[in-house]
């Protein structure tokens, strides 16, 4: 296997971008990735996208981003694994060119999700839950986390202070990515006091709705030695994995088996643990997600992910920062997107470009992307080459 | 939108509670499944799940899906029977502030959706507090 490096990233603008079209979207956020990288060319693209079918009725998203990069006859697929659709064309990439299949690869995601009212963007998101045996009992996705939630609270005592104050520091961390969507700062009685979308969670417990895209070039690090214009980024560790599809067949409803799993193999791959990082993204689709991500890769012990949370060993600053970026929260989510806007940020860091928000002498991050209740997850480990 | 055919598919599991029980390592699962998850077997026999339990977990929908919006707010639970099978069920007739993990629940035919824009009316099991 070859090792493989990223050598440019890149976003589109993100947001409610009622002027922007998916595709579009797309384009940019490729070019910002494809200028970054300094190449001309790419042999081959993997695009996330969850549901274009459901959010804008475009589906065959691998050719589409092609043609209208004008890169036909290149291949070009789309890869779904609900919100985890980018992290699993990260991988799929990865795959492409450690195998030797390819070399100078594009890698992103993508997510159109306003072209639908609030209803229609519930209904489309449910698509990743059961349909037949939790969404046609009327649940929605912050439904099944609050679910989670409660369950976390009773068996960890994990509390509703706790959940908030993930909302409160991923807001700050936003605020200083000049990037992010809600770059507003909240304050805990702001989050306690936002309307109840599923009890225990509140409207600021949950990520937005957003329109954009992401983008990444990789190649082999022997040649991104010779062909980038920035210091390239090695990819050391890859997981994935999967879990059941509906929360009633969880044999730990608090714990995220596919996100432990995933990170078990990048954690082996790379050779390190979870001691051994500096800077992680995690999925905080909703704030007991944060939580529980931590407890999955092992940066504190089960149940331990509130009090952490509480003491800021994840603030910028504290022990091991989580979601600088501003995380799904403060950032955005652009579902078939964020898992390659996660390898944006820790390139960012492992660059030394994140200005505000830097980890000083950041060298080694990982990035952690889900897909529905975490019945798809997958992890990647980064590192200064 | 929920279709004739699609509803009709699952209707031995919303009307008669019917789960698959491995013959060779007796665990249950609803829905049934033709390969069990634990053991691998291929056979299963057909069981009526019971109808009482515990709660184990809810929340209360107060966002709901477009079909669900005019219910809004409702409880989803989590519920365990009797058995040790866990579903996912709607809990209804009790407010809120009524409800309390660990509760004994009974399990009962109710209308989950109405005729219309959401497609057919469906019928399945819903939760309701043990009095
Ligand atoms: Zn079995």
Redesign the pocket.
Known sequence: MRDVAVIGVGLSAWGELWDRSLRDLFVEAALNAVEDAGVDSVEAIFVGCMTGGLFAQQEHIGALVADYLGVAPIPATRTESACASAGAAFRTALMAVDSGNHDVVLVGGVEKMTDVDGGGATAALAAASDQEYEAFHGVTFPGLYAMMARAHMAKYGTTREQLGLVAVKNHENGSKNPHAQFPMKVTLEQVLGSVMVADPLRILDCSPITDGASAAVVCPLEMAEKIAKKAPVRVTGSGQATDSIALHQRKDLTFLESTAAAAARAYDMAGCGPGDLDVVEVHDCFTISEIMVMEALGLVEKGQGGPAVEAGETALGGRIPVNTSGGLKSKGHPVGATGVAQIHEIVTQLRGEAGDRQVAGARRGLAQNMGGTGASATVHILEVA | MLTTARFWRETPQRYRMEAGR??????VWYPPRRI??????REFETVRLPDEGTLYTYTVIRVAPTAFVDQAPYAVALVDLADGTRIMCQLVDCEPEEIELGMPVRLEFRRILGEGEAGMLAYAHKAVPKR
């Open positions: 491995c013959t060779s390592c007796g665990k069990c998850g634990e053991c691998k077997g």
